[in-house]
C-alpha cells in the first residue's frame, strides 16, 4: 500500500503520528509548498500540459490591460523614478511579459521599474528569467513579499491569494471545532472536526454568521499578506488583486483539488495535484484597510476588463489577424468575461489596494 502513496503523503502520515491530526491549512501549506515534495516546487502546472489554464494563458489582452493599468497608476503616482513592480506568483512569467510589450510607449516607465518576482518553483523561475530577460528590465527573485525592498511599489497577483492556506471550522452543538486531517479507521486520509471546540471563536466572526446553524463550514485565512500589501501601498503604492472568490462574508467548504484541467480528490496524492479555495475578498479588503490603505473593488473580472477596453482591444487584434483565426480572439475574449461556468467574467473579481491619496483607479470607477 505504501508503494501507492505520494513521497509527501508518507510525510504527512508521519507528521500526524508524531504531533496528531494537522489543521487543513498547514495539509494545504505542505501539499503546496513543501521544500521537496510541494506541488508548486516540483513542477510547472500552466497551460494545455498542466493542471490549468491561467487568464493570462488564455490571451495576451489580458496581460496588455494589467500592463496599461500598472502605467497609468505610476502616472497617477506621479511618476516615482524608483519603482518595484512586484508579482506575486509570476506563473510563467506570461502576464509581466504582455504587459511590458504593451507599455514601451509610456515615456518613462519601463526605465523606471524593476521587477521583484516573488516565486519559490526552480523550475518556474527559469522560465520567468527565459521569457522576461529579453525584455531588458532589472529583475530579482524572493521567496516572500517581505523579503522585497521597501519603497514606492506596484503590486500585482492573478490568482495568487486562492492558493494561500485556508483554515476551516464547523460548528458543532458545543462551538466551533477547527477542521483537520487525520488518519481515518479506514486507513485513509480523511477531514474531521477537532476534539476540543475553538475558544471564543464565534466573537471572531461576522455579525451575520455568529447564528449559524449546527454543520455550517467558515474558511479564512491567516491575514499575513494582505497586511503587508496594505502596509507597503499605503504611502506611495497601489496593488492589482484579481482572482476567484466572493465579494462579501459567507458560509461553505470551497477547498478543492485540480489535475489535468479536471477536479480531484483533495487528499488523494499529496503534493501532486493544486490545491485552491475561494477568496474572501471582504476579509481581505478589511486587513489592508486597517493597515491605512484604500481599498477599490472588488468588481466583477467582466467590468474591469471592459472598462479598461478589451473589447476594443479584441477588435484591433482582429482587424490584423487572419479570418480563419479570428475566432480564438473571440473564444479568448468570451472565456475572459462570460458568465456561468465556462466564463471568468463573474466568478473571478478584481481588487485594488492603495495609498489613500488615490481616490479613483483605472477600471474601478462607479457604474
Not at 507528521?15 to 521537496?36: K, S
Not at 516607465?109 to 523550475?123: C, G, K, N, T, Y
Not at 485540480?258 to 486587513?287: E, I
Request: with cysteine; net charge negative; aromatic share 6%.
Amino acid at each position: 500500500m505504501d508503494d501507492e502513496r505520494s513521497p509527501l503523503e508518507m510525510e504527512i502520515r508521519r507528521l500526524i503520528g508524531i504531533a496528531g491530526p494537522m489543521p487543513v491549512a498547514e495539509y494545504m501549506r505542505l501539499c503546496l509548498t513543501h521544500p521537496q515534495y510541494g506541488y508548486y516546487v516540483t513542477r510547472d502546472p500552466f497551460g494545455a500540459r498542466g493542471d490549468f489554464t491561467t487568464a493570462p494563458e488564455i490571451s495576451q489582452m489580458f496581460g496588455e490591460l494589467v500592463g496599461l493599468w500598472l502605467a497609468s497608476v505610476w502616472q497617477l503616482l506621479r511618476a516615482p523614478e524608483n519603482m518595484r513592480v512586484i508579482e506575486l506568483g509570476p506563473g510563467r512569467g506570461t502576464m509581466l511579459a504582455d504587459a511590458l510589450r504593451a507599455v514601451r510607449t509610456v515615456p518613462g516607465f519601463q526605465a523606471a521599474i524593476v521587477l521583484h518576482l516573488v516565486e519559490i518553483s526552480p523550475a518556474l523561475k527559469k522560465e520567468q528569467e527565459r521569457r522576461l530577460e529579453p525584455l531588458g528590465v532589472p529583475m530579482l527573485w524572493h521567496s516572500s513579499i517581505e523579503d522585497v525592498p521597501a519603497g514606492p511599489c506596484l503590486i500585482v497577483g492573478n490568482e495568487f491569494i486562492d492558493t494561500l492556506p485556508v483554515h476551516q471550522a464547523v460548528k458543532q452543538d458545543d462551538g466551533w471545532h477547527e477542521r483537520v486531517v487525520d488518519v481515518a479507521a479506514d486507513g485513509n486520509l480523511a477531514i474531521v472536526a477537532a476534539r476540543d471546540p475553538l475558544p471564543h471563536f464565534e466573537a471572531t466572526l461576522p455579525s451575520g454568521l455568529r447564528l449559524s446553524p449546527a454543520g455550517s463550514i467558515y474558511e479564512w485565512r491567516a491575514d499575513g499578506v494582505a497586511l503587508e500589501i496594505g502596509r507597503r501601498v499605503r504611502e506611495g503604492g497601489a496593488a492589482l488583486l484579481i482572482d476567484y472568490g466572493h465579494a462579501w462574508y459567507g458560509l461553505g467548504e470551497t477547498l478543492q483539488a485540480v489535475s489535468g484541467h479536471a477536479y480531484a480528490d483533495p487528499l488523494r496524492s499529496p503534493g501532486q495535484v493544486d490545491l485552491t479555495a475561494h477568496v474572501d475578498f471582504a476579509g481581505l479588503a478589511q486587513a489592508a484597510e486597517s493597515m491605512g490603505s484604500r481599498v477599490h473593488g472588488p468588481v466583477a473580472q467582466r467590468d474591469w476588463l471592459r472598462r479598461l477596453g478589451i473589447d476594443q482591444r479584441a477588435a484591433a487584434l482582429k482587424a490584423h489577424t487572419p479570418y480563419g483565426k479570428t475566432i480564438d480572439i473571440d473564444q479568448a475574449l468570451s472565456r475572459l468575461t462570460a458568465s456561468g461556468a465556462k466564463g471568468m467574467g463573474d466568478l473571478f473579481k478584481a481588487m485594488a489596494i492603495a495609498d489613500p491619496k488615490l481616490k479613483s483607479l483605472p477600471g474601478f470607477e462607479p457604474s
